[in-house]
Nanobody, 121 residues
Framework: QVHLVESGGGLVSAGGSLRLSCAAS????????MGWFRQAPGKEREFVLG???????RYPTSVKGRFTISKDSAKNTIYLQLNSLKPEDTAVYYC???????????????WGQGTQVTVSS
């Protein structure tokens, strides 16, 4: 059974940084695309960043230059580096895998439980 566990969230001041981790188990990590998503209160879940099984990345325009995704296949872990954080980045951040099609939430079948990121102004 595939299992994803996020960590690293917390409270940070605007302009600060955080690094989120997502540890995966129960899958051949190097064969799967993975994504980071976030969901703010009252809003739909949205795609943040993705990384393919071969290490290619998907960066929406809204976070390019501030957020970075990476992976460590030896640790079965992906990371999301959040820099220059803004209050509007406040959300629960999720990692997901088992992608089928695009990079929207509906295209991913396996999800972690999420980690809260709160950015104060």
């Amino acid at each position: 059974q595939v299992h994803l566990v996020e960590s690293g969230g917390g409270l940070v001041s605007a302009g600060g940084s955080l690094r989120l981790s997502c540890a995966a188990s129960g899958l051949t990590f190097s064969s799967y695309d993975m994504g980071w998503f976030r969901q703010a209160p009252g809003k739909e879940r949205e795609f943040v960043l993705g990384i393919t099984w071969s290490g290619g990345t998907r960066y929406p325009t809204s976070v390019k230059g501030r957020f970075t995704i990476s992976k460590d296949s030896a640790k079965n872990t992906i990371y999301l580096q959040l820099n220059s954080l803004k209050p509007e980045d406040t959300a629960v951040y999720y990692c997901a895998t088992a992608r089928d099609g695009g990079w929207s939430p509906a295209d991913f079948r396996v999800w972690g439980q999420g980690t809260q990121v709160t950015v104060s102004s």
